[in-house]
């Protein structure tokens, strides 16, 4: 996995330009950019130099989610920055590794601009490199944003005694339903997708409000599917839909999967569309990326139990108020 290192296939520096102001050394932050299909190939193109392993810097999740957290970017000293208005925190910095003295400049910058100066989804890698970090801040992980990353074949062929169960719920769904098919996702049938996907929010007892905006992201990810690059399985029975599964590349080697819904009235759909989504992307992405669990319980036992090859868990830096003047 690759996780912000410089890309060796890519020979050429990102392109630095935009609403930028052609990039000075004080962070455009009073007039950041915008996650449009415009600025799309700027952003992608800075994430092939740096490939992430957080799914939180996938442009599609930027883009699908950015009016729910108010996403914008800025460049400081060569580096892409994200900027999270909901909790009013930046993203690490994308590019060469900025200096434990340099991320502080930037975060007294983010106060000044009024902002929180708190930098979120750092690397253990950086942690561990910069032995000076905590001279300048706080620092803690957050598990609740790590990564559960697991391999694409283990996955698909859900071998050994932790995954047994996964498979005999499979078992079960291709004996109950014996007609069912695997339908790939495009722009044709993105609608009657959405549809289902209103159907389970409808039919959920209590609906929390991160379901609700979920639900916004997916009719935002739709309505954009062929500019966005996305992929997807849908797992049909007969003529109706038990689940589908949306994706993309993270990285080089890694892909990440955005939404995954099914009905629980077809018992073994949710495994059925896991470990479809493994089989098709078996020999174009080794990782699998499935996301965050955002500290929900069931969410953070479901992911655990398909025995993730890692969690990545970063680390969140909040700046030292005793050196904020200096």
């Keep these: 996995m690759i996780c912000h290192s410089h890309s060796e296939t890519c020979n050429t520096p990102p392109i630095i330009s935009n609403s930028a102001d052609d990039l000075q050394t004080e962070p455009n932050i009073l007039k950041p950019g ?4 415009e600025t799309r190939p700027l952003i992608l193109d800075f994430l092939g130099h740096y490939p992430p392993c957080s799914c939180e810097y996938s442009y599609v999740n930027l883009f ?22 909901r909790s009013r925190a930046l993203f690490m910095p994308i590019g060469e590794d900025l200096k434990p ?11 000044a601009a009024g902002l929180s100066g708190d930098i979120g989804l750092v690397p253990e890698s950086y942690v561990d490199i910069w032995q000076d970090l905590d001279r300048y801040f706080s620092i803690t992980s957050d598990r609740d944003a790590a990564d559960y990353v697991y391999l694409t074949q283990e996955l698909a062929e859900l071998k050994g005694n932790k995954l047994h169960k996964k498979k005999n719920l499979i078992a079960q769904f291709t004996r109950m339903y014996p007609d069912y098919s695997i339908v ?14 209103k159907r389970l929010l409808e039919g959920t007892p209590s609906v929390s409000n991160s379901l609700v905006e979920e639900s916004e992201a997916i009719a935002m990810a739709f309505s954009h599917w062929k500019d966005l690059g996305l992929n997807g399985l849908i797992l049909m029975v007969k003529d ?14 890694t892909w990440d999967v ?5 009905d629980v009235t077809f018992k073994g759909a949710a495994q059925m569309i896991n470990s479809e989504t493994a089989k098709f992307l078996e020999g174009t992405a080794r990782y699998i990326n499935r996301e965050q669990d955002l500290g929900i319980p069931g969410l953070r036992q479901a992911k655990l139990s398909y025995v993730p090859h890692a969690l990545i868990e970063p680390y969140f830096l909040v700046p030292k108020l005793n050196l904020r003047s200096h």
């Design 34 to 37: 915008k996650f449009d299909l």
């Design 184 to 197: 790939p996702m495009n722009e044709g049938n993105c609608k009657e997708v959405m549809r289902f996907e």
């Design 101 to 111: 003295e340099e991320l502080f400049d930037l975060s007294k910058k983010a106060i």
């Design 64 to 85: 699908c989610w950015q009016n729910l957290y108010r996403y914008s970017w800025f460049f400081y000293k060569e580096n892409l920055v994200i900027h999270d208005d």
């Design 258 to 262: 955005h939404f995954e819904k099914s």
């Design 240 to 253: 109706e839909i038990a689940a589908f599964a949306v994706f993309s590349p993270l990285s080089p080697d």
